[in-house]
């Protein structure tokens, strides 16, 4: 079992940049998949980006490519996301998961959910 736990959310001006991270617990973190995905208010949780367990293969929304990055560091057990150009639709709550996933921007093939961190964009 792997428990997850975001950090790094919070209020930044628009085109700035924050750095969220997702720290796991469970020696088998190395053998995850780890996605991350947002929900904003209102909205549907959608997808943002995730990175294989094995070869750290990653992939991105549309909506963050070129301004997101997803890394994972698996000595830490972490999983970080860059965020830089920051938008004001990027205002969400933003969530990690961990998972064995076929489809990594699929969030029902992911077992284990943080609680969530808030990142807030002001114009």
């Known amino acids: 079992q792997v428990q997850v736990v975001e950090s790094g959310g919070g209020l930044v001006q628009a085109g700035g940049s924050l750095r969220l991270s997702c720290a796991a617990s469970?020696?088998?973190?190395?053998?995850?998949?780890m996605g991350w995905f947002r929900q904003a208010t209102g909205k549907e949780r959608e997808f943002v980006a995730a990175i294989r367990w094995i070869g750290a293969s990653t992939t991105y929304a549309d909506s963050v490519k070129g301004r997101f990055t997803i890394s994972r560091d698996n000595a830490k057990n972490t999983v970080y996301l860059q965020m830089n150009s920051l938008k004001p639709e990027d205002t969400a709550v933003y969530y990690c998961a961990a998972g064995r996933t076929q489809y990594m921007a699929r969030d029902r093939e992911y077992n284990y959910w943080g609680q969530g961190t808030q990142v807030t964009v002001s114009s």
């Open positions: 469970g020696r088998t973190f190395s053998t995850y998949d």
